[in-house]
């Protein structure tokens, strides 16, 4: 990649680095002389790290590089076929599962949850919990209790919670 320079990145001959984002974790992403591939290949993983995370600049950057590619996608679609490809991830987001286990038990159950799902799934454990937490740190608001419960979440709106996968294949069955 090569020079910072206003928060617009060039190219150089130099070898590619993705430079490390500030301390805040703020960044323009628009590459100049990477149009259209590398702008649209930023704007799906900020989307998809954004959602991760729900880290507020992370998604206030990926808003940005969705409206920077989106503005010149608008003149030439044919031309921005990967931002058209990232824009499905973007306009038809995955559903996300959050599994708060107190007895891993479940986890095989879990796995062989129908394929074939637009699903992301995260499995809170007594082992991995506060490991997950220092991660993503809105999984704190999980809290794991004797009963497992499930979370079916699309974009930040989440389902009442079930307690048992006969429950949750049918919730996600009539999804």
Known sequence: MGEINK????????????????????????????MPSGNSVAALVLNRMSRLTAEKNLMETSEKQKSFIAARAN????GHSFFMYALTEILYPAKELVCAL???SLIKEIAALPAGQNLSVIVI??????ELIK???YLAGYELTDEPRFFLCAGSNCLAPVNSVEKLKELIKSE
């Open 135 to 137: 991660l993503l740190p």
């Open 125 to 130: 454990t007594k082992e991995n919990r506060e």
């Open 75 to 78: 003149s030439l679609p044919a």
């Open 102 to 104: 107190n007895d891993s």
């Open 7 to 34: 928060s617009i990145w060039t190219l150089t001959t130099e070898t590619p680095k993705f430079p490390a984002l500030k301390g805040d974790m703020s960044c323009e992403v628009a590459v100049i002389g990477a």
